[in-house]
């Protein structure tokens, strides 16, 4: 069945670095891939999120790229600050559905200060 | 903008008790979904509904799990009889529109222990 891939599971860098999360999916059909954020106890908010007809999208330190051929996308956090210190989660849409959405096991990212 | 709201936020029972959550989305969202959240994975869709029919509900337990939305607002989901395997956070989550574009905006969760 569908699946999303997510790797590291743990990420830990030290302030100012950048960190790099990968995601696979399976699904030749997924035509949007976001990104969730989830603080500890907290529920996911959106972070950035990427639509299928492009390749790169970037909002202040955070940036995705999507490689449709490959079926990976990858999220980019540069400059990292201790409150960056969260669960990220990808997701890809389901093909053929109005807004499934498949996600990845998560990487708990740690920013020591 | 009031945000998604789940109650109760925790719930405690023994296995083969019943049990129910609630979620109210976001005024004027369409879509609501139900996630089913174990500890150290990410989300998993049981049910999609758009405005109070079902979109997909191809993830749902059906043997034991059940939800409705009445009237295209709130909507309950409940277990019946638990397993102990259905310890986790229930997420309500709920987006305005009806395509796969949409941001999808989450509750706090209900975090379901059984013993």
């Known amino acids: 069945g569908e699946n999303v891939e997510q790797h590291p599971s743990t990420l830990s860098v030290q302030e100012g670095d950048s960190a790099v999360i990968k995601c696979t999916y399976s699904?030749?059909?997924?035509?949007?891939f976001p990104w969730y954020k989830q603080e500890l106890g907290k529920r996911p908010q959106l972070i950035i999120d990427?639509?299928?007809?492009?390749g790169e999208k970037k909002d202040q330190r955070i940036a995705v790229t999507l490689n449709k051929t490959a079926k990976h996308f990858s999220l980019h956090i540069t400059e990292t600050q201790p409150e960056d210190s969260a669960v990220y989660f990808c997701?890809?849409?389901?093909?053929?559905?109005?807004?499934?959405?498949?996600f990845g096991k998560g990487t708990k990212l740690s920013v020591k200060p | 903008e009031a945000g998604v709201a789940q109650s109760p936020r925790y719930k405690i029972i023994e296995k083969r008790q019943s049990v129910a959550f609630w979620c109210n989305p976001i005024?004027?969202?369409?879509?609501l979904y139900w996630y089913q959240q174990i500890l150290g994975q990410g989300p998993k869709l049981l049910i999609q509904?758009?405005?109070?029919?079902?979109?997909?509900d191809s993830q749902l337990p059906k043997d034991r799990f059940s939800a409705e939305r009445l009237k295209g607002v709130d909507s309950t989901l409940k277990i019946q009889p638990a397993k102990l395997e259905d310890s986790a956070v229930y997420l309500c989550?709920?987006?305005?529109?009806?395509?796969?574009?949409?941001?999808?905006?989450f509750g706090p969760g209900t975090r379901l222990t059984v013993l």
């Open positions: 997701a890809a849409s389901r093909g053929g559905s109005q807004g499934n959405l498949i």
């Open positions: 509904f758009q405005n109070n029919g079902v979109v997909d």
């Open positions: 699904d030749s059909a997924s035509n949007y």
């Open positions: 990427i639509r299928s007809n492009v």
């Open positions: 005024s004027g969202h369409a879509t």
């Open positions: 989550a709920s987006s305005y529109g009806t395509s796969g574009y949409n941001e999808q905006f």
